[in-house]
């Protein structure tokens, strides 16, 4: 682990962690006054940015400079289903602008006021919307930590044939009851904040329904889909029992662990999580290379499976 990864774990242990750490901590959090998710002024200044309404939510499209791109992403972030698009997400979508690629980042509501109700007509409305702007790219979505979770829930619900051509998740929630979490020291995330956050989005629904924890949803069918774990994520054994119930439903889905890295290593400020993050580009612009995708750098920590 990078001195830089063991200093993100240390502010994660410090700051983030206690925020989330018994019920009416974790329900101050969901509750509190969401932040905007307009994107940063200096992702303003370095891309070309549209914004549309898709229904009653925002969509932002991050075009790259060189004119018509041959990718598209549809970036779904994470942030627990309560929390805002953050800059670190914003981060890796202009890198992914920069290597000349469509990035479509809609912008869903987040809860107690709004649920996966909501959510899924919205993704669905801004897929569809960003497939006929570009008829001939090829099409990765990727998503987060909830945004995870949430994309693969989405792939799941499409028809075969209009599904994505690959599918990034980066340490996503397949399991919002939290039900077969090891002992595994997660510096950041807490079972205890998790569960009132997916009963936050639930909306009353039971957690277990596979639109809301995808793990139980159908996996056989799946576009090439590539997931990125560090080993010291709550969501980790969830990651590992993702794979195996893939693999009985005849879908080899390719795992990236990072031993010692923290939740969404890729958007981490550290060795490990440029590697990874740079990887990911990578994999995008190029996704016929994507075996070749992962960096393996001295001090990256990655291995691939």
């Known amino acids: 682990m990078s001195f830089a990864m063991r200093m993100a774990s240390l502010y994660m242990q410090r700051v983030a962690k206690p925020q989330m750490a018994t019920v009416p901590r974790a ?7 969401k932040e905007s998710g307009m994107p940063p002024r200096k992702v303003r200044a ?14 932002y499209s991050v075009l790259p400079a060189a004119g018509p791109a041959a990718r598209l992403v549809l970036y779904v972030h994470g942030g627990g289903y309560y ?3 953050a800059r670190p997400h914003w981060t890796l979508i202009s890198r992914l602008a920069d290597a000349g690629v469509a990035v479509e980042v809609p912008i869903y509501g987040l809860s107690p006021r709004y649920s996966y109700r909501d959510a899924y007509p919205m993704l ?15 099409v990765t979505i990727i998503g987060d930590l909830a945004g995870g979770g ?16 690959r599918l990034i998740l980066l340490s996503p929630w397949l399991d919002l009851t939290m039900s077969e979490q090891s002992d595994i020291y997660d510096p950041w995330l807490s079972r205890t904040g998790l569960i009132e956050a997916g ?9 277990g329904e ?12 799946l576009p090439p889909t590539h997931v990125y774990i560090g080993t010291r994520d709550l969501l980790y054994p969830d990651v590992l029992r993702l794979r195996r119930r893939a693999a009985e439903a ?17 958007l981490v400020a550290a060795p490990e999580g440029r590697a990874a993050s740079a990887a990911i580009v990578d994999e995008v612009r190029w996704p016929g290379r994507s075996g070749t995708a992962v960096s393996r750098g001295v001090g990256s920590g990655l291995s691939s499976t």
Do not use: K, M
Not at 46 to 59: P, Y
Not at 126 to 137: G, I, K, R, T, V
Not at 213 to 221: I, V
């Open 210 to 221: 596979p639109l809301l924890s995808p793990l139980n949803g159908p996996l056989a069918d």
């Open 124 to 138: 669905a409305a801004a897929y569809e919307q960003a497939l006929s702007e570009h008829p001939d790219a090829t």
């Open 199 to 207: 009963r936050a989005w639930a909306h009353g629904t039971d957690l």
């Open 27 to 33: 329900w101050a959090q969901i509750t509190a006054p």
């Open 46 to 59: 370095r891309h070309a940015i549209r914004a549309r309404q898709v229904g009653e939510f925002a969509c």
């Open 83 to 85: 929390r805002q698009i």
């Open 150 to 165: 949430l994309a693969l829930g989405f792939v799941q619900t499409l028809p075969v044939s209009h599904r994505p051509d």
């Open 250 to 266: 005849g879908t080899d889905i390719r795992v990236t662990v990072c031993e010692g890295a923290i939740h969404v290593y890729p």
